[in-house]
């Protein structure tokens, strides 16, 4: 009975345990978790850095060979399936997907840091520096993020709804471990595709709460001590448990609605409210930058100057979009079903993209006029606290005070959906592929998420976040570079006309 | 099979040595056997005396085969290759050779180009089956074979071959990939067990006993894992030439016998004749 039990909660037990211990550990000794996590961090980065960059490029290269090749037609379900949505509906879901914590988090704030502390060979502050900020900034949130969601998506969707597996990343490790991903061996996949969404997403409801909090004080002068942070994510955690636990999932989903109507109105605003002409000329020439220089964007890691520069920003971004893919990847899976690979990959590929190139040129493109043009110093609030750059921006718009409380909102919104919606992935991760998850594993996993979150932010805050992002991610990156070979041997036993 | 066999010599074979093969050969049913032996062109002994080879076809002659000696010029690989497939022979015959891993780096190695470039079958003999003593012969009925095959078209072509060796035990080996679900993975078990199933029918009044199984995995060292696990004595099966992307990583062929300890029948793709 027991010995059943443990089997099939493998996963389960697995990563509990694992993210109990980590927490534990930062409970009773934070100052050995922050030795230990500096010591693997600093070990991955030193020697890694360049496999973040080159698997990411294999990915995009790799999702774009089977879109464009004959496997482009084939379906993502059966071949008398049709898509379960709309195509608006769908593309609505990928904005969805891709809209979240940091484009608030990072939408004013990147732009700014990286003009301010461009690599050493760009003159701070300078028409250059400008010029490589917004470009970095688009190559960062850009095509290649939603080029490692769609490996995770498409392997889960091909080996779920074609060849009719559960919706786990193990399942897509059949052709090279056969029945074995019913054991040890699938298990372990599961538990780092785990480990990885736990840190993931524990960092953006870090980097959530931190800006709410600065929002806070900024707006109503709140102590900047961390216990006000704790506090914000212990409310914010129940909430989203309540949500998770009560099964208000409709109403999680009509405030996510709502919330992506009221993201796209305050992106509007801002940018009737500011300099739109400025704004879309920065939009084209950024675009024309980034199109043009994406191969160098993509392998380049500045080793002869500004190597930090790029371990510091490019490294952490690829990290942290593998260590969010398995939860992006299921959700975009689930609703991808009855779409050909063509038209799945380049979708994903081109239109939420698309929609974050126009929120950083709005956001970052107004920030570095008012910087530029108006005598603001923007820069020097983000590159002291890059949380408080959002809140620094608004103060130059009409309704300032309105705006911010508007920015809150969204913040506070997309805490609680995001990790509404991680708990029930990391659920369905450990109960099989299940949809339908006990109620215990919610507030298990719901509350490891808080607690991960806060133990992170009380050992070091940003730069710890930053620090378990990139670590977590690092065992399911190389998971990733398998699922590309697994794909490969699934879709080559297809019967392709 | 090997009725019509060319044996490539070199200098300084010992006559000894070559009656074992003689013996071999001719309990595998050998009747004539040219020794073939090629002048390189920039080589020490070319033009060099030549009774080295009479005294080898002589020592051949008393094992009962009938034996005669050619010579011919080039790169030692491809002229033997073209003198086999221009002359008609059944096969051609080698003895494997140790050589140390470095050299033939450096080097190249004969039988490896002989491999790839040759049009008729080739029989590698390395430790399985030992040669016989001086007085004993080889009984083929001891023979273990293992076949390994594609369940392709061309693998039928090697059917005959395989029949012919008569032996005491045919195994048949497929090696594939794991398909990529279940369902279809035992779909495929079910269909390769019913093709082998088939092959072996058509083995049974050839040997004593035939088995078949099939592996998932890397074909060279899956066959070379069965190889040792049956003892078996020869291994058959049929050449292709690699893919592209893979030609740098060695063809399936050429690593088997390089690994196998069992001897190797090798027979090239049809229809293929080489840039030899």
């Not at chain 2, 020490?44 to 050619?70: C, P, Q």
């Amino acid at each position: 009975m027991l010995r059943e039990y443990l089997k099939q909660e493998g996963v389960f037990l697995l990563s509990a345990g694992i993210i109990l211990f980590f927490i534990g550990l930062g409970i009773a000794r934070p100052d050995l978790l922050g030795a230990a996590s500096s010591v693997v961090h600093a070990a991955i980065l030193d020697n890694f850095s360049w496999l973040y960059l080159i698997s990411v490029f294999f990915f995009l290269a790799f999702a774009l060979t089977l879109a464009l090749s004959r496997y482009g037609t084939i379906k993502l379900g059966y071949d008398a399936e049709r898509p379960q949505y709309g195509f608006f509906g769908w593309v609505a879901m990928l904005f969805a997907a891709g809209m979240g914590i940091g484009l608030l988090f990072w939408g004013v704030s990147e732009p700014l840091v990286h003009f301010l502390q461009p690599p050493p060979f760009i003159n701070s502050a300078s028409s250059d520096a400008a010029s490589f900020a917004m470009r970095y900034s688009f190559f960062h949130w850009g095509i290649h993020p939603w080029a490692i969601y769609t490996i995770v998506s498409l392997s889960i969707a091909y080996f779920s709804f074609r060849r009719g597996m559960p919706a786990l990343i193990s399942s897509c490790f059949y052709p090279v471990l056969g029945e074995r991903i019913y054991g040890a061996a699938g298990n372990l996949v599961d538990v780092l595709a785990v480990f990885a969404t736990v840190f993931g997403t524990a960092t953006s409801l870090g980097f959530g709460a931190l800006q709410i909090h600065s929002g806070l004080t900024h707006l109503y002068g709140l102590s900047s001590a961390i216990s006000v942070t704790i506090g914000i994510v212990l409310i914010a955690t129940a909430l989203f448990m309540a949500s998770a636990i009560l099964g208000v999932e409709k109403g999680v989903q009509v405030l996510s609605k709502l919330n992506i109507v009221l993201a796209t109105a305050f992106l509007a605003l801002i940018l009737g409210l500011g300099s739109a002409p400025y704004v879309l000329n920065v939009f084209t020439s950024t675009l024309g930058g980034y199109i043009n220089n994406i191969l160098d964007l993509s392998l380049q890691s500045y080793p002869f100057a500004g190597f930090d520069w790029s371990r510091d920003w490019t490294v952490f971004y690829w990290a942290w979009w593998i260590s969010w893919s398995p939860f992006v990847g299921l959700f975009i899976a689930r609703i991808s079903r009855g779409r050909t690979i063509r038209e799945f990959v380049l979708t994903v590929l081109t239109v939420p993209t698309l929609f974050t190139f126009v929120w950083f040129a709005v956001f970052g493109g107004s920030a570095l006029h008012l910087e530029l043009e108006e005598g603001a110093d923007l820069a020097a609030v983000a590159g002291e606290d890059v949380s408080l750059a959002l809140f620094a921006f608004l103060e130059h718009y009409p309704f300032a005070g309105l705006l911010s409380l508007v920015a809150l909102f969204l913040l506070t919104v997309f805490f609680v959906t995001s990790a509404d919606s991680a708990t029930v992935v990391l659920g369905s991760l450990t109960s099989g592929g299940s949809l339908i998850v006990p109620t215990y594993k919610k507030v298990i996993w719901g509350l490891s998420l808080s607690a991960v979150a806060i133990t992170l932010l009380v050992t070091g805050g940003l730069s710890s976040l930053q620090m378990m992002a990139i670590t977590a991610a690092f065992p399911f990156m190389l998971v990733m570079i398998v699922l590309c070979y697994t794909l490969a041997i699934g879709l080559s036993q297809e019967k392709v006309q | 099979m090997f009725e019509k066999t060319l044996v490539p010599v070199a200098y300084g074979e010992r006559p000894e040595e070559l009656m074992k093969i003689g013996k071999i050969l001719r309990s595998l049913g050998a009747n004539a056997i040219c020794l073939y032996h090629v002048n390189e062109p920039g080589s020490f002994f070319r033009g060099a005396d030549l009774s080295w080879l009479t005294l080898l076809s002589e020592a051949l002659e008393e094992t009962g085969l009938n034996v005669e000696a050619k010579t011919g010029n080039g790169h030692i690989a491809s002229a033997i290759a073209d003198a086999a497939l221009l002359d008609g022979f059944d096969a051609i015959y080698m003895k494997a050779k140790r050589r140390w891993h470095l050299e033939t780096m450096l080097l190249g190695s004969v039988s490896r180009d002989l491999l790839r470039l040759a049009d008729v079958p080739v029989f590698v003999h390395k430790v399985r089956p030992r040669l016989p003593g001086s007085e004993a012969e080889l009984d083929r009925r001891d023979l273990k074979i293992l076949y390994a095959t594609d369940l392709d078209e061309t693998s039928n072509r090697l059917l005959p071959y395989v029949m012919e060796f008569r032996g005491a035990w045919c195994h048949l080996l497929h090696v594939r990939g794991r398909m990529a679900d279940p369902l279809a993975e035992r779909a495929r078990q079910e269909a390769v067990d019913g093709e082998l199933h088939a092959v072996a029918e058509e083995l049974r009044p050839y040997f004593e006993r035939v088995t078949f199984e099939q592996r998932i995995g890397d074909p060279a060292g899956q066959v070379l894992y069965v190889s040792d696990q049956i003892e078996a004595d020869v291994v058959v099966l049929g050449r292709k030439s690699p893919a592209f992307l893979f030609a740098p990583m060695g063809d399936t062929a050429e690593r088997i016998v390089v690994g196998s300890r069992a001897s190797i029948f090798l027979v090239p793709q049809p229809g293929r004749r080489n840039a030899s």
